[in-house]
């Protein structure tokens, strides 16, 4: 019986920002209340944390290296998926377009009813700059590759099969709860990385969803979306 290879360095570099982001939420979404700790400042540790590792890995994220920065007609058309993928999903909400409830609601108000500002900075912060680096790192630089060839830093995200966006996509979608909503999100993301090739246009669009999510439930007060 032979054993299994051990993770590269790049795989790694990958794994643990969302590894640790994950840990962090469970412990967010489970934190028993009587500890008389307030679970919502988690969100700041994860958004720290996480990006102090990517800070750390950074230069492991050759995808992410200046020669890879996408050219405007790129980055409009990021922007552009990214508006899309918002306006679809806070309207992709019904009932049987949704997986469970999420473990880690997060609603940043005071006692009074007033609107938390540290809160919904650190929260805005980690889910339009830290998540879109972290997520497109994890789902379409690794897995995405990866499912194509396990020497995925080999793999040219141009000629990435159908087989490896969809499965990708897949379970990129088990992880959130709104089902469809994020099987066009995960398939919108993955397409726009194999269309141009860099990484970075899928992190941008991922970007503008978030950022644009996180206006719209600070102005809405729709904190289910968050």
Do not use: C
């Not at 009813?113 to 830290?130: E, K, T």
């Not at 997520?135 to 379409?140: A, V």
């Not at 469809?180 to 269309?195: E, F, H, N, T, V």
Request: net charge neutral.
């Amino acid at each position: 019986m032979t054993n299994a290879p051990p993770l590269s360095p790049a795989t790694l570099a990958r794994l643990l920002p969302f590894a640790l982001f994950m840990a962090l939420l469970a412990l967010r979404g489970y934190l028993p209340a009587d500890l008389g700790v307030d679970a919502r400042w988690i969100y700041a540790l994860q958004t720290l944390a996480v990006g102090g590792l990517l800070a750390w890995f950074w230069r492991d994220y050759g995808e992410l290296a200046r020669q890879n920065l996408p050219d405007a007609r790129e980055v409009g058309w990021a922007v552009v998926v990214g508006i899309v993928v918002f306006a679809l999903w806070v309207r992709l909400d019904a009932p049987w377009m949704t997986l469970g409830e999420p473990t880690a609601s997060f609603v940043p108000l005071q006692a009074d009813g007033s609107l938390h500002w540290p809160l919904i900075v650190f929260r805005l912060a980690g889910a339009a700059l830290v998540v879109p680096l972290m997520e497109e790192l994890f789902w379409r630089s690794w897995l995405m590759r990866w499912l194509e060839r396990p020497g995925f830093e080999g793999v040219d995200p141009q000629h990435v099969g159908l087989k490896a966006i969809v499965l990708s996509t897949f379970v990129f979608t088990l992880a959130h709860t709104l089902w469809l909503a994020a099987i066009l999100a995960g398939l919108a993301y993955a397409l726009l990385y194999r269309w141009s090739g860099r990484l970075w246009t899928a992190v941008i669009a991922h970007a503008v969803t978030n950022g644009l999510l996180g206006l719209w439930v600070i102005a809405s007060h729709r904190w289910e979306f968050w």
